[in-house]
């Protein structure tokens, strides 16, 4: 497998509502919130051909007891949603996440 290109991004839990969040990740990447606050949009424009082979992404929460995940993906962005480790329900934290980009697989 070929090296490859490395994005990161911070999401601030309370933006992204009505118009996309800024964002401090690379650049024609935006953030926005899908209705709820648990659930963030993230869209590139890498026009992936097969997402779940050139794209593997980490994601990690700013608060302790909120648990992140990668909830979906396709060739033009990927959906984190959050919940609480303590109750299970749903909620918002700031989150960084690194993306490993594999253009030639």
């Known amino acids: 497998m070929a090296n490859p290109q490395i994005f990161s991004g911070y999401i601030k839990a309370n933006?992204?509502?009505s118009t996309p969040a800024p964002f401090d990740g690379p650049s024609?990447?935006?953030?926005?919130k899908n209705g709820q606050t648990e659930i963030y949009q993230i869209r590139h424009n890498l026009?992936?051909?097969n997402p779940a082979k050139?794209?593997?992404i980490t994601v990690t929460s700013m608060n302790a007891v909120v648990l992140p995940?990668?909830?979906s993906?396709?060739?033009d962005g990927f959906?984190?949603?959050t919940l609480r480790s303590d109750s299970g329900a749903a909620d918002e934290s700031d989150l960084m996440f690194i993306a490993a980009y594999y253009p030639n697989v």
Not at 28 to 32: A, I, K, L, M, P
């Open 28 to 32: 024609g990447w935006t953030v926005c």
């Open 15 to 17: 933006a992204g509502f």
């Open 47 to 49: 026009h992936l051909v």
């Open 69 to 71: 995940t990668v909830q």
């Open 73 to 75: 993906m396709s060739s």
């Open 54 to 56: 050139q794209m593997h």
């Open 79 to 81: 959906v984190i949603t």
